[in-house]
């Protein structure tokens, strides 16, 4: 069956039938601790009874509408997310790029109502924002790009986490109109900036009358111990976007806005056929109402937190690891050499990883795990890595 796919992915030898919490099953009723969650999709593990009551409940009785009438549950949950987020109004649509398509699109529009011709955005070396034409020439991975040249123009990389080059850049060109950065990047490594990055990146924006904005895709929905990164750096973005853990699985996509960013848009300058429809928008309302009821963001701030220490303690001396960092649940052990293979052998043992940036073992557990799995995620990448490295 496999061969009638296109070949643009490269699956591992395994087929999951059901999945429970942070386990999966495959087809020979092998069990699987999944300390990825679809990378960072399933925030609250697989079946939650609430998730699953949430979109039966709404397939059976409406589906989909168009955005051409109202929808309660859109506009229920563009309520909530922007409360949350301190925001003041939402787009959805249905994956992290088409969000990023949204803010790009924003950006643009500011700067034409600046009068500037060529709107540039100020996006970061090392960063993931998709694979649409626009945000894969955001994204700072020329392994991204390669191929799909001619890219889009409008986009200025700079090096993460040193505001100086950009500071450099406002002093050489007038046409930026917006920062694009990720709080803490994903598919680059599970960088963490210093704490005064965001502050500053705000500070630039404020002063040039740039956007800011936020790829919150990875990060939020409570994964790094707050509803979203940007809120540890005391900062408020002028727009957020968001996927992955939103949805749980379903797919949802959301570009938040405020101020001058957030009445950009008129209708009939953007729009998504099947974004923000009553299904997955039941979805995503009880994925946050699940996150506050059982407070999953400051246990996520705290279970990563003892996970990183008993990494520290567990690797720290380990020839050949460069290092342990994360943040909340949003974990990596960064080794001196490519680990790609790693993803097989911890297969083999029965516990889902992934290797970014090359060399790079990334863990993105559930928000829902237990003190116990959390525990047995650690042994096993201990030994994985001691064993891989020796």
Known sequence: MADHLMHNYAPLPVT???????????????????????????????????????????????VHTSNWYHIARQEALAAKLTAIAGMDNAFFCNSGAEANEAAIKLARLHGRQKQIETPTIVVM?????????????????????????????G????????????????????????IMVEPITGEGGIRIPTDDYLPQLRGLCDAHDW???????????????????????????DIITLAKGLGNGVPIGACLARGRAADLFQPGQHGSTYGGN?????????????????????????LGQHMLNRLYESLAKTPGVVECRGKGLMLAVELDRPCGELMQQ?????????????????????LILSDEEAEQIINGVSELIQGFLA
Not at 212 to 235: C, K, P, V, Y
Not at 288 to 300: C, K
């Open 278 to 302: 009553p299904l997955v928008c039941a979805a995503a309302l009880a994925v946050i109402e699940t996150i506050e009821r059982e407070h999953l963001a400051a246990r996520a701030g705290w």
């Open 346 to 366: 911890a297969l083999d043992k029965g516990l889902l990883i992934n290797v970014t940036a090359g060399n790079v073992l990334r863990l993105l557990p559930p």
């Open 125 to 153: 070396d090392g960063s993931f924002h998709g694979r649409t034409m626009a945000t894969l020439t955001a994204t700072g991975n020329p392994k991204v790009q390669a191929g799909f040249e001619p890219l889009v123009p």
């Open 211 to 237: 956007l800011l904005i936020a790829d919150e895709i990875q990060t939020g929905m409570g994964r790094t111990g707050q509803w979203f990164a940007f809120q540890h750096s005391g900062i408020q973005p």
């Open 155 to 178: 986009f200025v990389h700079v090096p993460y986490n040193d505001v100086s080059a950009i500071e450099q850049l406002a002093a050489q060109r007038d046409d930026i109109v917006a």
């Open 16 to 62: 999951f039938v059901r999945g429970e919490g942070a386990w999966l099953w495959d087809t020979e009723e092998r069990a699987y601790l999944d300390a990825l969650s679809g990378v960072a999709v399933c925030g609250l593990g697989h079946a939650h009874p609430a998730i699953a009551d949430a979109i039966a409940e709404q397939a059976r009785t409406l």
